[in-house]
């Protein structure tokens, strides 16, 4: 079945350094969605990429969807503590109607 | 974004005993929900597709006896954990697809019910 892989697991910042995730999708993708998850809580909609090749921003937050729709990645510049939490990406392929596989999440800690 | 309520929170039930979970959109109709499992540092497993007024779509491995799921309005959906053990301990979330006038929709998740099972 489709499977979603993610990269790294955990990752361990100091506050300022830039962090990346990386999502790598095992079929071709009709959109990828990222959440965010703080520790204790639930995944928190980030944003969502529908077209090969696709970028976004949000503040800090670059979103990356690649030309061939099987990878995306999420990139944060200057971390700050409260971008601690896990990072998921979630695809959808159109064969799976509305279902999101997910990723298996970045963990992001940082070092104030 | 759209509001998704979970009930309850948490739970902490003996073992063999019945836990229900409820799952509603607040601000917007979702005929179609999802049920997940998250174990400790782990991530998100689907275990079944719950869509408003038709049977539930389990994924392969998810008992349909055990986990038992009702849609039964726009705005509602339940998860009933039947003669609940220690190994069905774990996070439940639900999510809740909203339309966004697009062709793929976003889901959006409650806040999760921990549970206990002891």
């Known amino acids: 079945g489709q499977q979603v892989m993610q990269i790294p697991q955990y990752q361990h910042v100091q506050e300022g350094e830039d962090f990346t995730t990386y999502c790598n999708s095992s079929?071709?993708?009709?959109?990828i969605q990222w959440y965010k998850q703080r520790p204790g809580g639930h995944p928190v909609f980030l944003i969502q990429?529908?077209?090969?090749?696709e970028v976004k921003k949000q503040k800090r937050l670059t979103f990356q969807f690649g030309e061939a729709k099987k990878n995306s990645s999420l990139h944060i510049t200057a971390t700050q503590t409260t971008d601690v939490g896990t990072y998921f990406c979630?695809?959808?392929?159109?064969?799976?109607?509305?279902?999101?596989?997910f990723g298996q999440g970045t963990r992001l800690t940082i070092n104030p | 974004g759209a509001v998704v309520s979970q009930h309850p929170s948490r739970v902490i039930c003996k073992s063999g005993t019945s836990v229900k979970i409820e799952c509603r959109s607040l601000?917007?109709?979702?005929?179609?929900m999802f049920w997940y499992r998250q174990f400790p540092k782990q991530s998100l497993m689907l275990m079944a597709t719950?869509?408003?007024?038709?049977?539930?779509?389990?994924e392969q491995g998810v008992e349909k006896d055990k986990f038992l799921i009702n849609h039964a309005s726009l705005t509602l959906s339940t998860l009933t954990v039947t003669s609940a053990h220690p190994e069905d301990s774990s996070f439940y979330i639900c999510?809740?697809?909203?339309?966004?006038?697009?062709?793929?929709?976003?889901?959006?998740f409650g806040a999760g019910t921990r549970l206990s099972v002891l």
């Open positions: 979630a695809g959808q392929t159109s064969q799976g109607a509305q279902k999101l596989v």
């Open positions: 719950s869509n408003e007024g038709s049977k539930a779509t389990y």
């Open positions: 079929t071709t993708l009709s959109n």
């Open positions: 999510s809740a697809l909203s339309r966004t006038g697009g062709i793929w929709d976003i889901q959006y």
């Open positions: 601000d917007f109709q979702a005929t179609t």
């Open positions: 990429l529908v077209k090969s090749g």
